[in-house]
């Protein structure tokens, strides 16, 4: 940052206050972690400047000897992470990603089955006002109202009558493990080809704590920066005979030159993956996950689906009376940050939904377990139930950061 400073003292500024916000505060927004100091080097080295377009051995531009070196690492250790076939680690983040798996094996107006959103689907599943939802033809499945969990015979109903040429399994808000097995078994039935994204849960699913979709399923996408805690950034994965399609989508269908400095720190994450720390780090998220959802319980917060099995927790703040966008705003105050989200079959709009949503990969990062999850649920607990006072609120704060500023936060001294 010496650089910075004298440069753009403004910016300087305002790095050094988001890194006092990281460090002071609690931060359980499920799809956020905080990568090494090694990731972050290689994120900001010189590998920004270099244009790489094609794949390695086959460049439209000179000079490649480095960075072909480097991709082909990243390729290589997210192939031994999942057992894939093929891997593509340049697509630039999770939306491009799967735009180009719709791309690379759909024609517009083809019809295709994902989650709904309000039900813990992405954006990228088929949301009407979405590139997805406006391209193709979306039939979207919801989880069941009274166990909040997906109803494996609802999908393959669905699927049965709609004859989709794909169907998407995967996740950003369902708290849930995955049947991956039974999606493959549907989409075989009904001649789809399948598609898992694993974008929350690849962490947990590298760390061998839930089942892998990489064997049974034709594609696979993940994000590399949520509990898979890579930099910002995606990877595909597929069998071989999908190999030519999906990198053809990527580029030069969708993207011009990778993000090589990006792909030089998915290599140096997917190796500290492959570490066997990183085993027990994923295994924590999800014992972390479960105390704080028992504690949360203990105080009377309803989980969507009663609890959970990954690192992910949805909360409807109904029973207590506040909206999902108050809890969000007053909790941000005292230094836990977490976001709105609708719930299943929610009567709020999403920008003022009836959740909220909070998870485990940062602050298992940070070496927290069970006891602080405790101390976590106690003040989500004690902030809600006490929305309008103010003077709690300064004195959970002061809490809140007693307690942070004894867990380090990589990259930050
Ligand atoms: C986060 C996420 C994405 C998109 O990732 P971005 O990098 O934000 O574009 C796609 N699918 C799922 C299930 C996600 O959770």
Request: with cysteine; proline share 6%.
């Amino acid at each position: 940052m010496s650089a910075i400073q004298p440069m753009d003292p403004k910016i300087f500024e305002l790095i050094e206050h988001e890194k006092q916000r990281q460090r002071e505060g609690i931060e359980l927004i499920p799809s956020e972690n905080y990568t090494s100091a090694a990731v972050m080097e290689a994120c900001g080295s010189i590998l920004t400047n270099k244009y790489s377009e094609g794949y390695p051995g086959k460049r439209y531009y000179g000079g490649q000897e480095n960075i072909d070196a480097i991709e082909n690492i990243a390729i290589d250790r997210a192939k031994k992470l999942f057992g894939a076939e093929h891997v593509n680690v340049q697509p630039y983040s999770g939306s491009p990603a799967n735009t180009a798996i719709y791309f690379a094996l759909l024609n517009f107006g083809d019809t295709v089955m994902g989650l709904k959103l309000d039900h813990g689907g992405h954006i990228t599943h088929g949301l009407p006002i979405a590139f997805s939802g406006k391209a193709y033809n979306f039939v979207q499945y919801e989880v069941d109202k009274n166990t909040g969990k997906i109803d494996m015979e609802v999908v393959r109903k669905l699927a049965l009558e709609h004859k989709p040429k794909m169907i998407v399994a995967g996740f950003t808000a369902y708290p849930r493990d995955i049947d991956w097995k039974k999606f493959k078994e549907i989409a075989d039935e009904v001649g789809a080809i399948s598609v898992a994204d694993i974008s929350h849960t690849a962490g947990l699913i590298a760390g061998g704590v839930l089942e892998s979709p990489v064997p049974y399923f034709d594609v696979v996408m993940t994000t590399t920066h949520k509990t898979l805690r890579g930099p910002r950034g995606a990877m595909i994965m597929c069998k071989e005979k999908f190999a030519k399609a999906i990198d053809r989508a990527v580029f030069p269908g969708l993207q011009g030159g990778p993000h090589e400095h990006i792909i030089a720190g998915k290599a140096i994450a997917f190796g500290e993956a492959l570490n066997p720390e990183f085993k027990i780090y994923a295994k924590q998220i999800q014992t972390n996950a479960r105390a704080l959802a028992e504690a949360m319980k203990k105080r009377g917060f309803n989980l969507v689906s009663d609890g959970t099995d990954t690192h992910l927790i949805l909360a409807d703040l109904t029973n207590k009376g506040v909206p999902g966008k108050q809890a969000q705003m007053v909790l941000d105050s005292v230094g836990i940050t977490l976001n709105k989200n609708t719930v299943p079959f929610d009567t709020r709009t999403p920008m003022d939904p009836s959740g909220i949503r909070l998870g485990t990969p940062a602050v298992t990062t940070r070496g927290m377990k069970e006891p602080e999850m405790e101390m976590i649920a106690d003040w989500l607990d004690r902030v809600i139930s006490n929305i309008e006072d103010t003077a709690l609120h300064t004195k959970i704060k002061e809490e809140v950061k007693e307690m942070c500023l004894k867990f380090p936060v990589p990259g930050i001294n």
